[in-house]
């Protein structure tokens, strides 16, 4: 089957646990919005999956193989948090690095064309996240997961996002979290929340003042 399938997650830092039995699955065709509060885990969830933490139990298949450090197969990708790509390389070298199938359809995206010659770290902050998130994106991995992908991005950039999230979702599995929680909610095919170290299937924004995500006004 093809899915990436996580389950059991058990994380602490130290003596906090912040996973405690957490489930999870992505099917190719699926976008699985992320939501939880600050600190819920969510980031930390996301490195467990590709393999950067390694956490004290967890159970990962990813098309039915057992996983280990994800981030080996090149099957899944992650966009981190945080700026991840050394602001002196040039647009048209990151392309060469990250970018295969999908290289013409790139090259024709306004924001790599015009910026070809131009090191990431000169554009402006929403563009440079625009970047980075399309990068990801348009890799070859089949599964993709996105850390606060919207944050920095004004509201026509957060648009374009979007869209190109639609368009690739029938090729990949996504893993989306961010706190703007509409966005997330209009683009994926169902909601988990993380909450106190376990996962909850949210099926409206009722589910999410339940639990205690949107305050009860
Ligand atoms: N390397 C670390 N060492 C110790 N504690 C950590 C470490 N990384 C994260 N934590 C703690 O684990 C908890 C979960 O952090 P995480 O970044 O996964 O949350 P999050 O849900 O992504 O939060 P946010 O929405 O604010 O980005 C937080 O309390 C955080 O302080």
Same mark, same amino acid.
């Not at 170290?197 to 949210?202: K, P, R, S, T, W």
């Given at each position: 089957? %093809? ?7 058990? #994380? /602490? ?28 885990? @969510? ?17 990962? @298949?990813?098309?039915? *193989?057992? +996983? ?10 992650? &966009? =981190?948090? $945080?700026?991840?790509?050394? !602001? ?30 131009? =090191? ?5 902050? $929403?563009?440079? /996240? ?18 606060? =992908? ?9 648009? *374009?996002?979007? *869209? !190109?999230?639609? #368009?690739?979702?029938? +090729? ?6 961010? !706190?703007?929680?509409? %966005? ?5 095919? /169902?909601?988990?929340?993380? !909450? ?14 339940? #639990? $205690?995500?949107? =305050?009860? &006004?």
């Amino acid at each position: 089957m %093809q899915e990436l399938y996580i389950d059991s997650v058990n #994380h /602490r830092y130290g003596e906090y646990q912040v996973l405690s039995s957490v489930y999870l699955t992505c099917k190719i065709g699926e976008v699985v919005g992320l939501l939880g509060r600050n600190g819920s885990g @969510k980031s930390t969830l996301l490195k467990i999956i590709f393999g950067s933490i390694q956490p004290r139990f967890k159970y990962l @298949k990813i098309d039915d *193989e057992l +996983q280990v450090k994800t981030y080996l197969t090149q099957q899944v990708a992650y &966009l =981190p948090q $945080g700026y991840f790509i050394p !602001h002196y390389l040039k647009i048209k070298d990151l392309i060469e690095l990250y970018i295969n199938n999908y290289k013409d359809q790139v090259l024709n995206l306004a924001i790599f064309k015009s910026n070809l010659n131009e =090191p990431i770290g000169n554009l402006s902050g $929403g563009n440079r /996240r625009l970047v980075e998130a399309l990068l990801i994106l348009y890799s070859d991995a089949k599964y993709v997961l996105l850390d606060e =992908p919207f944050s920095q991005l004004a509201p026509l950039i957060a648009n *374009e996002l979007k *869209e !190109h999230i639609v #368009h690739l979702k029938s +090729q990949k599995g996504l893993i989306i979290t961010d !706190h703007y929680y509409r %966005q997330i909610i209009e683009i994926s095919s /169902r909601i988990i929340l993380l !909450h106190n170290g376990c996962n909850y299937a949210i099926n409206n924004e009722d589910d999410l003042i339940v #639990h $205690g995500y949107l =305050p009860n &006004l």
